[in-house]
Nanobody, 123 residues
Framework: QVQLVESGGGSVQAGGSLRLSCAVS????????VGWFRQAPGKEREGVAA???????RYADSVKGRFTISKDNAKNTLYLQMNSLKPEDTARYYC?????????????????WGQGTQVTVSS
């Protein structure tokens, strides 16, 4: 049973930083795709950043240069370092995983999801 548990959300002022973590369990090795998604009130869930099985990464244009995704295979943990945060980054952030994903930032490609962690950025 694949399980994902996010942590690290909180409230921060614009320009600040946060690091999200996602503990992944249930896979027998590190060959899986993982990503971060976010959903603001009244909006659709959107892809933020993701890592493919081969370690390649993909970012949404809105976060390029500000967010960095990484994965510690020894700890089975996914991270999202968020710098230069903006009020428009306010959302609930979710991590997701699956064995094979064609479009890394497409939420419909993932079958396993965490419960999310709230990020609030004030101006």
């Amino acid at each position: 049973q694949v399980q994902l548990v996010e942590s690290g959300g909180g409230s921060v002022q614009a320009g600040g930083s946060l690091r999200l973590s996602c503990a992944v369990s249930g896979y027998t090795d590190s060959k899986y795709c993982v990503g971060w998604f976010r959903q603001a009130p009244g909006k659709e869930r959107e892809g933020v950043a993701a890592i493919n099985r081969d370690g390649s990464t993909r970012y949404a244009d809105s976060v390029k240069g500000r967010f960095t995704i990484s994965k510690d295979n020894a700890k089975n943990t996914l991270y999202l370092q968020m710098n230069s945060l903006k009020p428009e980054d306010t959302a609930r952030y979710y991590c997701a995983a699956d064995i094979w994903v064609d479009a890394l930032l497409d939420r419909y490609e993932y079958n396993y999801w965490g419960q999310g962690t709230q990020v609030t950025v004030s101006s």
